[in-house]
């Protein structure tokens, strides 16, 4: 099993090639650096991101690609499940994740936002949040069939490409990450995605692609009041996952590295006891 070893997991999970890249590396550079096993998986294989090459010559470069990335932060690459924009919430790819998730034993999952301009990312983090939600059922075998697991699940949702919601609002996260020290590694992990930046940096400007994710960790970095970059982290309800309302790894693990927006904490509500 993957997840015996005796350092904790995280899973980043992901619709296509690069999105870990663009919002998530940061935050699993400085969880690699604290020890922890570091698990990278995107749904979709990339096949529609490009304009001039055919289906299979896209696919083979990307994963190509993916796999270089991955190495570059040091984690375990696992495969892509189906084509992009055929990210659909069925049985067969909940089933699919779902064996992934209880082969890796995560402790934290990193998703994307429940709310982005993009389906495949909407709905890749639905996928992710049932996967985990079933890592512990019985009657549920996975794709492959694989035996269920226990233990406390943390869930992070990264924020949205743009940050804001398809409605133009900005989002703020409860928790950000400072990664202005392994800023540079970050850099060179998206770098790997070669296709999408040559892409990128024709149709919209040279070195945008690059320039693009230090300009959003940039801006998070603003929102945070105290780091300069920065990735921000909105953590899912504990119901079905953990046993504690208060549990937060990437809090208690990073620690220095980690500022809680208190403004956000408490607009979430209290109940009566």
Known sequence: MIGTDAAPAVLALAAHPDDIEFMMAGTLFLLKEAGWNVHYMN?????CGSATEDSETVIARRRDEAVEACEILGAH???????DLEVFYNSELIGKVTSVVRRVQP?????????????????????????????????YPGIPPSPPIG???VIYHALPYGLRTPLRRVIRPGLYV???????????MLAAHRSQREWLDVSQGQDSYLHTMEL?????????????YAEGWRRRLHLGFSERHD????????????RIDEAYE????????
């Open 178 to 188: 400072d990664i202005a020290s392994v800023l540079e590694k970050k850099r060179a």
């Open 266 to 273: 408490e607009d979430l509500g209290e109940l009566a006891e």
């Open 43 to 47: 749904i979709a294989n990339g096949k």
């Open 151 to 153: 233990g406390d699940v």
């Open 77 to 83: 690459f696992h495969e892509s499940q189906c084509d």
């Open 216 to 228: 959003f960790a940039r801006q998070v970095g603003h929102m945070s009041g105290v780091f300069e």
């Open 107 to 139: 402790r934290i999952v990193l998703l994307q936002s429940p709310s982005d301009y993009m389906e495949d990312h909407m709905i890749s983090a639905r996928i992710g949040v049932t996967a985990v939600f079933a890592r512990g059922m019985r009657n």
């Open 247 to 258: 549990d937060d790894p990437l809090r208690d693990v990073l620690a220095a590295a980690c």
